[in-house]
């Protein structure tokens, strides 16, 4: 049973940032692609970034440079550094997990699991 637990969200002013972690359990972690994506009620879901097994990263392009994902297997925790935030980064995020092809359109719409998300809004 995977379980992924999200925390860090919060409010923030416009130019600052926010660090949100999740945690895993329940699965071979290290084998599998992780990563985070977002969405705003009334809108599509927006892969935000995604790591693979090897440490690989991909970013949306509307958050490159001002997001940084990462993980640590000894943890079994994934961490997205937000920086220079802008109000269009107000959203739910999730964090989530695939098997297989690591690609943002992926985690987003094809996970095998996700957490139940935190909020960031950004003013």
């Known amino acids: 049973h995977v379980q992924l637990v999200e925390s860090g969200g919060g409010s923030v002013q416009a130019g600052g940032s926010l660090r949100l972690s999740c945690a895993a359990s329940?699965?071979?972690?290290?084998?599998?692609?992780m990563g985070w994506f977002r969405q705003v009620p009334g809108k599509e879901r927006e892969g935000v970034a995604v790591?693979?097994?090897?440490?690989?990263?991909i970013y949306a392009e509307s958050v490159k440079g001002r997001f940084t994902i990462s993980k640590d297997n000894a943890k079994n925790t994934l961490a997205l550094e937000m920086n220079s935030l802008k109000p269009e980064d107000t959203a739910m995020y999730y964090c989530?997990?695939?098997?297989?092809?690591?690609?943002?359109?992926?985690?987003?719409?094809?996970?095998?699991?996700r957490g139940q998300g935190t909020q960031v809004t950004v003013s």
């Open positions: 329940g699965y071979t972690y290290s084998f599998y692609c």
């Open positions: 790591i693979d097994s090897d440490g690989r990263t």
């Open positions: 989530a997990t695939k098997r297989d092809a690591c690609g943002l359109w992926s985690l987003a719409y094809r996970p095998v699991a």
